[in-house]
């Protein structure tokens, strides 16, 4: 074969002649091939023909029931020139066509089926099941079963039956053939169960044998009067539908999907996949326990902050002093923005958050508290900062919150009207932000270097030491060339993940 190094969707791109549905229906194909390829111990391969009418492997599919024939991958590999009219006798074939010709593939004696995928009357490509010759040799019950019922499933690919135009497919734990399988005659009675598929209603609380009982009576009879039924298992149960199901009874659960079988005239049969999902099912809810749990708890906690900050403004409200009430609204000011930020970290199940959604709204409410009734301070955002984890974005929060409250209080005192812009440049774990803001000047918002104090100083001791013991950086203060204060901030995130 020559080598073309190509993908599925660049591959059917090449075919002007395929039209929207004719891709998906090829799509749809190899979405749902991979029953084929396990039931029926083979590799398969999708061919389409290239602009040059050369025949191109678009898609494979290795079999997970038997070793693969086809260890390297061979998609947008054209097929050897000697094949071509054996493939071009196949492509005008309106049923499977079989080769005549024995080849080799590795150490393997192989043949070579071809299935036409047809659609609408017309032909868009072949399924090739390559089989070994090896798997076909003294085959049991199981391996007999499990071919005849590929080989059905295979035939319905030229008369379009397959894959199911109308399957419904809702499960998160599809099962597959090597789970478990049963096959259905066209009543709904089970002709022939595996020994996982037998296992799987086992662990339902199936005591009797399966083979020549109708399988929507043997569920039937294993459901109890309080156990969750899904209105798709009689579907499944009777084969009648390309639909999936689960079968809860006796404490344990099982995943099904019905796979109709058709000849020429109809109906003849179904096979259902069978997979015990028990210890699945057991997990996920554990999961959805504990994430209840974690969610109560980020309540409660958000609560507790909520009220921390109403005793603090009720205390302000009632105290006399001018001084105590400002460091008690300074207080009440910074246990709201440790809320914010814990309420933003409460809405993901991990312990990272969105940080630039989360500081808007804090700085947006800063600015709120800070300014004057008269007062209109625009804040701007330039850059990202990215998603971060709680033990960052709370005291980075508390930095910013102090620096714009400082720039709003001492900046644009006795103005009407101000802005402060917030530039981000992050890149891994190194952060830098420049605050700055076109107020009355850097004399007006810095003391020694540092930032002046809105009262007791403590917003100076929170910006310097997160910002240097916390995150290992540095502040630095400086004029802004257009008038106002600009502040630098170079950081080292402590948990963050490179962007």
């Not at 900050?309 to 609204?329: C, D, G, I, N, P």
Request: aromatic fraction near 6%; include cysteine; hydrophobic fraction near 40%.
């Amino acid at each position: 074969m020559m080598v073309c190094m190509a993908d599925f969707s660049h591959i059917l791109a090449t075919r002007p002649d395929f039209d929207d549905d004719d891709r998906e229906w090829l799509h749809h194909l190899v979405a749902d091939w991979q029953v084929v390829a396990d039931l029926s111990f083979a590799d398969l391969l999708l061919l389409v023909q290239n602009g040059d009418g050369k025949y191109v492997v678009a898609e494979q599919c290795r079999p997970s029931t038997v070793m693969t024939l086809r260890g390297e991958d061979v998609v947008g590999d054209v097929m050897p020139d000697d094949m071509t009219g054996e493939l071009d006798a196949a492509m005008q074939s309106n049923v499977v066509f079989r080769s005549t010709v024995l080849r080799s593939v590795g150490k393997a004696t192989v043949c070579n089926v071809y299935a036409p995928v047809r659609r609408n009357g017309k032909t868009l490509g072949l399924v090739v099941r390559e089989t070994n010759m090896a798997t076909r040799e003294s085959n049991g019950r199981y391996e007999s079963e499990s071919i005849n019922a590929g080989k059905q499933l295979y035939e319905m690919i030229p008369r379009g039956q397959f894959p199911y135009q109308d399957s419904v497919m809702s499960q998160r734990h599809i099962a597959r053939v090597a789970d478990g399988f049963i096959i259905l005659t066209f009543d709904g009675v089970v002709r022939y169960a595996s020994p996982n598929a037998i296992s799987c209603f086992r662990r339902l609380g199936l005591l009797s044998t399966m083979p020549g009982q109708y399988l929507s009576e043997l569920g039937t009879q294993l459901l109890r009067e309080n156990d969750p039924v899904p209105e798709t298992l009689p579907l499944v149960l009777s084969g009648k539908a390309a639909v999936d199901s689960e079968l809860n009874a006796n404490r344990s659960a099982v995943s099904m999907r019905s796979l109709p079988l058709y000849d020429n005239n109809g109906r003849v049969g179904a096979i259902i996949l069978c997979r015990d999902v028990t210890e699945l099912r057991r997990r996920e809810k554990e999961l959805q326990t504990k994430n209840a749990t974690i969610s109560e708890i980020h309540h409660r906690v958000k609560n507790n902050l909520q009220a921390v900050s109403a005793l603090l403004r009720l205390q302000a409200r009632k105290t006399k002093s001018e001084e105590v009430k400002k460091e008690l609204q300074e207080a009440q000011r910074r246990v709201q923005t440790i809320a914010m930020v814990h309420e933003g970290l409460s809405q993901t199940a991990d312990e990272i958050v969105d940080f630039d959604k989360v500081i808007s709204n804090l700085l947006h409410m800063a600015v709120d508290l800070a300014t004057m009734k008269d007062q209109v301070i625009n804040v701007n955002f330039v850059g990202k900062f990215g998603m971060m984890p709680a033990q960052d974005a709370t005291p980075l929060s508390l930095v910013l919150t102090e620096l714009i409250t400082n720039s709003v209080e001492h900046g644009f005192e006795g103005r009407k009207e101000g802005s402060i812009i917030i530039s981000v440049g992050r890149s891994g774990s190194n952060l830098n932000v420049v605050v700055e803001d076109d107020g009355t000047g850097l004399g007006s918002e810095e003391q020694g270097g540092m930032a002046r104090s809105s009262g007791s100083g403590l917003g100076t001791q929170i910006i310097n030491t997160f910002v240097t013991n916390d995150f290992g950086g540095s502040v630095h203060w400086e004029p802004r060339r257009e008038g106002g204060t600009r502040v630098v901030l170079n950081m080292k995130l402590r948990a963050a993940q490179d962007e």
